[in-house]
């Protein structure tokens, strides 16, 4: 599986950001799917994941902010980011762990980051 992901950039706290990820198949049936994201100095987070029955699981810290959907036809996941912080400045990767749908946290594809950096 290819994952290319997009929709990264630059706001100002406060601001909103929609990322995608198109895949090069479908992914829903066997894969959980996640975004991941990794700051300078920070250890990798997953801040939010869906798995193959469509329910999503959040970070604490993005929780009420942040939603993951998958678009099942047109093979994308999505990462719609409300009310930025600067704490969520980092490189935000898409990723998909083949659990067989399940949510385990071994993700073996990503795509190559989309930088999300947030100002004051």
């Known amino acids: 599986v290819q994952l290319v992901e997009s929709g990264g950039g630059s706001v100002q706290e406060g601001g909103s950001l929609r990322l995608s990820c198109v895949a090069s198949?479908?992914?829903?049936?066997?894969?959980?799917m996640g975004w991941i994201r990794q700051a300078p100095g920070k250890e990798r987070e997953a801040v939010a994941t869906i798995d193959n029955t469509g329910d999503p699981s959040y970070a604490d810290s993005v929780k009420g902010r942040f939603t993951i959907s998958l678009d099942k036809f047109a093979r994308t996941l999505y990462l719609q980011m409300n009310s930025l912080k600067p704490e969520d400045t980092a490189m935000y990767y898409c990723?998909?762990?083949?659990?067989?749908?399940?949510?385990?946290?071994?993700?073996?594809?990503w795509g190559q980051g989309t930088q999300v950096t947030v100002s004051l």
């Open positions: 990723a998909a762990d083949p659990g067989g749908g399940y949510c385990l946290g071994l993700y073996n594809y």
């Open positions: 198949r479908h992914t829903y049936s066997n894969y959980c």
